[in-house]
């Protein structure tokens, strides 16, 4: 019976001494760190600037009219190829025709005059003549001389002034005889009608502006606008790569050169955006006006080599592209430094100190700081 607390007692002890084994146990295997890990393998990383366009051809012209008059007709449709100076509209040439009629018949009236005095004028130098010999042997007055004189002199001011009559009238000629043959509208250009915005029977009015019939672009060439954001366009340069696609076609990839990039920004919702401007061939004829154009300028890129994720890597200090990194090396995570050739927000390609199959951590799992052992309670 005495020996009951002694046996209790170490019974005890022996509990609390178990229970804190296993807390310093368990806490210790808290403590050891575990690692998410993924092997390298060889791949392409590109780093883009991401922007929307909108196809346009490069060469067009808005084809219209420099006269006033009504539209008579049209001689092309929508979507069909012309060759430069195809006839492609007229104008009601009514009005036209008769003013050239008009000045046809003025500048005959104005020679058939000059004419006539022509004749007078060859009379009246002949009687000057006669007058100058009669008053060099006395056998005229001076007064009849001195309006010999005059009638001569005047015919020939009369004649100067039908010359610049005449002159004026044929100038007037030629304008109506332009503005004649401006009824007839020409194509300035091969290409293809993309648009027609006047209609056959419309009256159009060149005084006030300038109407524009139709529209001829040369579809071989198209050129991709698009909108990029302030932020973005320091990282663009002429000459660049540049590819897009389109709506209808997403898996279809088609490269350009950045040719420009307009000084004048457009400010959308208090977003200031620069037009950049790129070119693409068109020899199917599959891209037309207006299309939409998910654009991608490439700032750089990298092929065939070992790429690892961006959270694998901790930039160096003084160190535009190198970086450190762990990777796995007899099992213990090894640091080391590596040279990135391109990378973008997901993944990076490693130009040196990497290759193809080398296991590198992403993260560290579980790696919670041991905790502080409290004192066990005293009996």
Known sequence: ????????????????????????????????????????????????????????????????????????????????????????????????EARVSADIANLQALRAQKADKQVQLGLADRQFARQKNLLAGRATSQDAYDSAETARKSLQAQIAVLDAQIQQGESTL????????????YAPMTGTVVDITARQGQTLNANQSAPIVLRIADLDTMTVKTQVSEADVPKLTIGMTAYFTTLGQPEKRREGKLRQILPTPEVVNNVVLYSALFDVANPDKDLLTQMSAQVFFVVSRAENLPVVPMAALRPLPNGKNRYALRVIENGQPARRVVDVAASNRVNAAVASGLKAGDEVVIDVVNARPPATPSRPPRL
């Not at 403590?31 to 600037?49: C, H, I, M, N, Y």
């Open 1 to 96: 019976m005495k020996r009951t607390p002694l046996v209790l007692s170490s019974l005890v002890a022996l509990a609390l001494l178990g229970g804190g084994a296993w807390w310093l146990w368990s806490a210790r295997a808290d403590t050891k760190p575990s690692f998410r890990t993924q092997t390298v393998a060889l791949g392409d990383v590109e780093d883009t600037v991401s922007a929307v366009g909108v196809l346009q051809p490069l060469n067009y012209v808005d084809v219209g009219t420099q006269v006033s008059g009504q539209l008579r007709t049209i001689l092309v449709d929508f979507g069909e190829r012309v060759e430069k100076g195809a006839l492609l509209a007229q104008i009601d040439p009514t009005i036209y």
């Open 174 to 185: 030629k304008s109506d005889q332009a503005n004649l043959s401006y009824t007839k509208i």
